[in-house]
C-alpha cells in the first residue's frame, strides 16, 4: 500500500544559497537539493528503479531504498509541467523519505508537494511533510506541517508556510505517510 507523490518545490529563505547555520561553523544545505527527482531519471520509458541512500541526489529514506518512476509507469502520468519523475513512497517498507538542511529558529518555511494514491492501497492515503532531528526524534522539533488524504486517482496540490520554532542546526525536511 504505497502512496505515489512528487515534490514540487519546498522553498526555504535563502533558496538555492548556502549560509552560516548558528551550530556549525560551515555552509550548510539551505535548500532542497533535486527537488523534482530529474537527476536520478530511471533508464528506459516509462520504467521504474529502486535506488540505494546516496545513490539519489540530495534523498536518503529511513528504509535505505528510494523508488522512482517515470511518468507513463503503470499507466501514472507524472504532474503535468513538474517534470517526468516522481517517488513511490514506501518501497517495500514504510518509512520517510528526506533531506537534512539547516534550521534556523524564527525562519519561515513555504513548502509544496504534489500527492497521488496508489489504486489497490487503503482509501484514504495520506501524506505528510515534517520536520525533525537528524534522528526522527519526536521531541519538540517534530512539527507536521501538512497531511493530505486523497480519495480520488488524482494530483492533489499541497501548499503552505510554517514559522520553524525548534532549535537551530540540522534537521530533517521529509515527507512520510502514515499508511503501510
Avoid at 507523490?5 to 537539493?33: D, E, H, K, P, Y
Avoid at 533535486?34 to 521504474?48: I, L, Q, R, T, V
Avoid at 521529509?174 to 499508511?179: N, P, R, S, V
Wanted: aromatic share 12%; hydrophobic share 35%.
Amino acid at each position: 500500500m504505497n502512496i505515489c507523490w512528487r515534490l514540487v518545490a519546498t522553498v526555504l529563505l535563502g533558496m538555492m544559497s548556502f549560509v552560516l547555520c548558528t551550530s556549525a561553523a560551515w555552509a550548510q544545505q539551505r535548500a532542497i537539493i533535486n527537488p523534482s527527482f530529474e537527476a536520478n531519471d530511471p533508464p528506459g520509458s516509462p520504467n521504474y528503479l529502486i535506488y540505494t541512500n546516496g545513490s539519489v541526489d540530495g534523498w536518503n529514506t529511513t528504509t535505505g531504498y528510494i523508488e522512482l518512476w517515470d511518468s507513463g509507469f503503470l499507466g501514472i502520468t507524472a504532474q503535468t509541467g513538474n517534470g517526468d519523475v516522481f517517488a513511490e513512497m514506501n518501497a517495500y517498507n514504510p518509512g520517510a523519505l528526506f533531506q537534512t538542511i539547516c534550521m534556523v529558529n524564527g525562519e519561515t518555511i513555504g513548502w509544496s508537494f504534489w500527492h497521488r494514491a496508489r489504486s489497490g492501497g487503503p482509501d484514504p492515503q495520506t501524506a505528510s511533510f515534517q520536520i525533525a532531528d537528524q534522528h526522527n526524534s519526536n521531541t519538540g522539533v517534530f512539527t507536521i506541517a501538512n497531511q493530505s488524504t486523497t480519495v480520488a486517482q488524482g494530483w492533489i496540490e499541497n501548499a503552505g508556510s510554517i514559522t520553524y520554532t525548534g532549535p537551530s542546526g540540522m534537521r530533517r525536511v521529509q515527507f512520510k505517510t502514515t499508511d503501510p
